[in-house]
């Protein structure tokens, strides 16, 4: 049986493509080869990369002047990439709204005079901070946030106002809304919530400020050249990026990223009310930053979350645990996620709820 | 119909492994989950990893004192990785055998003093030079060279004595013949040659030697943190690792590595075996050096070697264009490659050269 798969990521991924994979698994558009077997200087595989690109550039209206790459190593990995990018005057300021960015806020510490110049940690994490009253500093080369904050379920409803380059961590929710890309220099994101298989990070940069990157970047880790080699600088993880490319092409038969985004908002809807309505779970993030993607939530005891989780098990609605830094429950509900996977969480949720309360 | 692919990498991959993984595609280790969905903390997918490593040790007789890591980013990573990670003293030097040793090289003097000792590029890297009269120096933090090159079809017989640690790329070569680990201090590969599809590479390292990374180093670089982390720093390269273990699971059941190093003996000395005894095609590679990986080789002219990929591909000889530093042919006929897959290659030879000779 199919199960449910509320994974924080690796995370569930869309049935059909997942078969469309399988069938051909063998047989990569007729090559005679497995796509995990194909050279990636083959022409029915650099296609797959750019047409990666084409359709990123499409559903997120990506502007020319941006180069739109695939690199390895995790969101965690551009952590580094992103004071060796851009770190040119040595200064820059972290929102820090959760787990992930304060570990690019600590990451920025090893290169240069990094400040936490705004953090919900006091309340931890269940809100983003007031961007009207942020202390930016003058002359930093950037200001970095989390768009949306996986273990904490909250996400920006609106961004800073900067002036200088806005940098980005859409890991859990690139793809789940429609977003300005002109507003950001550099947007990164791992593509294991919302668009693949584990093993590929999208990078959207904006050219004019990637040229330089610092005398001691690793060459890998420069995004002026994985964008002068299409992304093929060396041999990319192209099993995620062909999984990528199907999603892709998946997002856009069903009507974009706004469609999507009105299927997402929906489903969140559906648990929130829920939970909102019931004197048993409790969501504690401030509802206007509730994130649409991560949902924990807690009965009211670890031991009743404990009971929670074990019965979810066996009804097939797995990886529910929430993050060690919070407890409780979480359910991520990515793009991939069916409205009827958020339905049987709920029904689940009723009876528990009834057998327990 | 699948074509035998001599791609130097991704290559081909054992089919039986491929069957398995799209057998279990759409649900790994009855969980109901597809492996490329599954959080990298279930116990189902952590224990893939535990495996790995473990096949791993016992494969390649990897002392506990060594970490075995599998990380992102492929091997022209771990050429940043390696100064950043060992270049203490800040000098460090490099025997240059070919395109990759060379970009390590290159790499290495972003970080410190790094300096040729020894390179066969006089003659287009044909040979490896003679390891008893390299002028290494004194007070380096290591020696590094790349074990086999893939675009030149050579490799090391021995390897050289070091007074400081002896760093390998091992990328084209790795589990095809029994090594020393003990003779290494490092030993790295990216995985898409031997072993499974790209976006994981494997790094063995002696704990001792790794122990402080240059502070300059990105956390993701550290190989004492994916140590410390049991690969699971961040989110892995999971279907790549997941592959990796079926086919080392296959490696084992078909008795390891002395007897996987017999049949590449094999394959290869049919190979040069039948270019040695023609006067048609050429391998300019120095006989004590060849690789049993990568067989480069020519036609007696440009315009012939291009007729012979052409009507080779239309045999299902795939994937055989030489490298454009060396132009012709290459096979590259790793683990995976069956002997019936040289055999019919050979056979397209002889036709080819009855033909056109």
């Not at 750019?50 to 690109?53: H, I, L, P, R, T």
């Not at 959760?98 to 806020?105: D, L």
């Given at each position: 049986m199919r199960a449910y798969n509320f994974s924080a990521g690796p995370s569930t991924l869309p049935l059909d493509v997942l078969e469309e994979a399988q069938r051909e698994f063998l047989d990569f558009s007729g090559t005679g080869m497995s796509v995990t077997e194909i050279s990636h200087r083959n022409k029915a595989f650099s296609q797959i990369v750019?047409?990666?690109?084409r359709l990123l550039r499409e559903l997120l209206h990506i502007p020319e002047d941006y180069a739109v790459l695939f690199v390895q190593g995790g969101a965690s990995t551009q952590f580094a990439a992103v004071p060796l990018n851009l770190m040119h005057n040595g200064k820059a300021d972290y929102i820090v709204?959760?787990?992930?960015?304060?570990?690019?806020?600590?990451?920025?510490?090893?290169?240069?005079?990094?400040?936490?110049?705004?953090?919900?940690?006091?309340?931890?994490?269940?809100?983003?901070?007031?961007?009207?009253?942020?202390?930016?500093?003058?002359?930093?080369?950037?200001?970095?946030?989390?768009?949306?904050?996986?273990?904490?379920?909250?996400?920006?409803?609106?961004?800073?106002?900067?002036?200088?380059?806005?940098?980005?961590?859409m890991s859990s929710?690139?793809?789940s809304r429609e977003i300005d890309v002109n507003k950001f220099g550099v947007i990164y994101a791992g593509a294991q919530k919302n668009l693949a298989p584990a093993g590929v990070t999208i990078v959207i940069a904006k050219r004019s400020l990637i040229q330089s990157p610092l005398p001691?970047?690793?060459?890998?880790?420069?995004?002026?050249?994985?964008?002068?080699?299409?992304?093929?600088?060396?041999?990319?993880?192209?099993?995620?990026?062909?999984?990528?490319?199907?999603?892709?092409?998946?997002?856009?038969?069903?009507?974009?990223?706004k469609a999507i985004n009105e299927i997402n908002e929906y489903k969140a809807g559906l648990l929130y009310d829920f939970i909102d309505n019931s004197s048993?779970?409790?969501?504690?993030?401030?509802?206007?930053?509730?994130?649409?993607?991560?949902?924990?939530?807690?009965?009211?005891?670890?031991?009743?979350?404990?009971?929670?989780?074990?019965?979810?098990?066996?009804?097939?609605?797995?990886?529910?645990?929430?993050?060690?830094?919070?407890?409780?429950?979480?359910?991520?509900?990515?793009n991939a996620m069916p409205v009827e996977g958020v339905k049987a969480l709920i029904a689940y949720m009723k009876k528990f709820e009834k057998d327990n309360a």
């Open positions: 750019e047409e990666g690109e709204t959760g787990n992930f960015a304060k570990k690019a806020f600590e990451e920025g510490k090893i290169y240069g005079d990094a400040a936490c110049v705004a953090s919900s940690a006091d309340k931890t994490y269940t809100y983003i901070p007031d961007l009207k009253n942020v202390p930016f500093r003058d002359g930093t080369d950037y200001v970095h946030i989390c768009s949306n904050n996986t273990i904490f379920g909250t996400r920006y409803i609106e961004f800073p106002e900067t002036k200088a380059t806005l940098v980005a961590d929710e690139i793809l001691l970047c690793p060459t890998m880790l420069q995004w002026k050249v994985q964008d002068e080699n299409g992304s093929l600088y060396n041999t990319p993880p192209c099993f995620s990026i062909y999984m990528a490319v199907l999603v892709l092409r998946k997002f856009k038969k069903e009507g974009g990223i048993f779970y409790t969501n504690s993030v401030v509802k206007k930053y509730r994130s649409i993607m991560n949902v924990p939530f807690v009965t009211p005891s670890a031991e009743q979350d404990e009971s929670f989780l074990k019965g979810a098990a066996k009804e097939g609605l797995v990886s529910l645990k929430g993050h060690r830094l919070v407890g409780g429950m979480r359910a991520s509900i990515y």
